[in-house]
C-alpha cells in the first residue's frame, strides 16, 4: 500500500526541510490539499526543485477548470476533486500524465463517482473534513471501501484521514492502494518509525472484525442437508473465494469447503470420482473467529496455526455465520 504525505498537516516545520526529510524514508508522494488557491503551486515548485516524488493534489474549488493550465505546467501526477465543492461536472481533459480522481466525503454515496468513471482512475475517500488535520477515522466508511471495490472493479481507492497505523493495518488487508497520512505521519516524533507502522505494523486495536469483515449476504452459503457436491462446485466457482461456508437445519454454522478440501475429497476417490460425497469435501471443524474480536486477537489466531490461513469465517454469539474476512489482498502485496 501506498502512502502519501500531507505536508501541510505540519504547522512548525519549512516544506522544503520536511520534504527532504521524507524522501530519506522513501515516500511514496506528497500530498497537497488545495483549498481554491493558486499559490499552492508555488510549494509545488518548491518541491519540484528539490525532489522527484510524485506530487497529489486534491483540488477543493467550484471552478476546477482553472487549474488546468497549472496541472499540465507543472505535470502532476495526480489529481483529485472534491465532489461536494464542484459548481458543475468536471471536464477532464488527459494529457498523458496526471492520474485523475473524485474525492467524496463520507456521507456521500460511492455511486456518485458513476459518470466519471471513464475519466477518473481512482477515487479519495475523505473520512475527516478536506483541509483538517487529526480527526478520527469513521468506521462506516469500511463498508463504503467495500461497496465501492465491488461496484467498480478495477478502480483504484485512496483514503485519507485518521489513518494511523492500526487503521493502515486494516486497509491494507481490504486492498485499499493508498493512504493519506497527516499528523500522524509528519508530526510523529520519529518519521521513519511512523513510517514503519503504517507499512507494517499491527497494533491492540479499538475495531472489531464485524467493521470490516464481509458482510453474510455477500458470502458463498449453502443449508449443508440440501446441497449436492456439483453445487459445492458450482458455487465456490461463481464466487470467486475459493471456500462455501454451511449452514445447518437450525441455521447454524456447519463447516466449509474450500479449494483444498475438494482437491483432498478427489484425491481420496480417484478410482471413481463419482464415487466422492459431499463429506469428503467438508471441514466440520475449521479455525474461525467471533464477530467481536479484535485485530490483536485475529493476528494471534493466525499466528498460532502451523497452516497458513487464507480466510476466515466470522461467527457470532450464537454460532451463526456473521461473515467472513479474507487475507488475498495481504498476500498479492502492493500492485
Do not use: W
Not at 214 to 242: A, M, N, R, W
Amino acid at each position: 500500500m501506498k502512502i502519501s504525505a500531507s505536508v501541510y498537516s505540519s504547522k512548525d516545520r519549512d516544506i522544503e526541510d520536511l520534504v527532504k526529510d521524507l524522501d530519506q524514508y522513501n515516500i511514496d508522494s506528497f500530498h497537497i490539499d488545495c483549498n481554491d488557491n493558486l499559490q499552492v503551486f508555488d510549494d509545488i515548485a518548491k518541491i519540484r526543485k528539490i525532489s522527484r516524488t510524485p506530487i497529489d493534489l486534491h483540488i477543493i474549488s467550484e471552478r476546477p477548470e482553472q487549474y488546468y493550465d497549472q496541472i499540465d505546467a507543472h505535470k502532476i501526477e495526480m489529481v483529485q476533486f472534491q465532489f461536494e465543492n464542484l459548481g458543475k461536472p468536471l471536464n477532464l481533459k488527459p494529457n498523458g500524465i496526471t492520474s485523475y480522481g473524485l474525492s467524496i466525503m463520507s456521507d456521500t454515496p460511492v455511486e456518485v463517482f458513476e459518470p466519471y468513471a471513464g475519466d477518473c482512475d481512482f477515487i479519495l475517500m475523505m473520512t475527516t473534513i478536506p483541509g483538517q488535520s487529526g480527526g478520527t477515522f469513521r468506521k462506516d466508511n469500511f463498508k463504503k471501501i467495500r461497496k465501492f471495490r465491488n461496484t467498480f472493479p478495477g478502480k483504484r481507492i485512496h483514503v485519507d484521514g485518521g489513518v494511523n497505523a492500526e487503521v493502515s493495518f486494516i486497509l491494507r488487508y481490504m486492498g485499499v492502494h493508498s493512504v493519506v497520512s497527516g499528523s500522524y505521519l509528519v508530526n510523529h516524533s520519529s518519521i521513519g518509525a511512523a513510517m514503519l507502522n503504517l507499512r507494517l505494523e499491527d497494533v491492540h486495536s479499538q475495531y472489531q472484525i464485524r467493521d470490516f469483515m464481509i458482510e453474510k449476504e455477500d458470502l458463498p452459503i449453502l443449508p449443508y442437508h440440501k446441497t449436492s457436491f456439483v453445487e459445492v462446485l458450482q458455487t465456490i466457482e461463481k464466487y470467486k473465494f475459493g471456500f462455501v461456508f454451511f449452514s445447518d437445519a437450525d441455521g447454524k454454522f456447519a463447516g466449509l469447503a474450500s479449494n483444498a478440501d475438494v482437491r483432498k475429497g478427489l484425491l481420496k476417490n480417484l478410482a471413481d470420482l463419482n464415487q466422492t460425497r459431499l463429506e469428503d469435501i467438508t471441514n466440520f471443524k475449521p479455525v474461525s473467529l467471533q464477530e467481536d474480536a479484535t485485530i490483536s486477537e485475529m493476528l494471534y489466531l493466525i499466528q498460532s496455526k502451523k497452516f497458513p490461513v487464507n480466510f476466515l469465517p466470522v461467527l457470532n454469539g450464537e454460532h451463526r455465520i456473521a461473515g467472513a474476512v479474507t487475507f488475498f489482498n495481504l498476500i498479492k502485496g502492493e500492485s
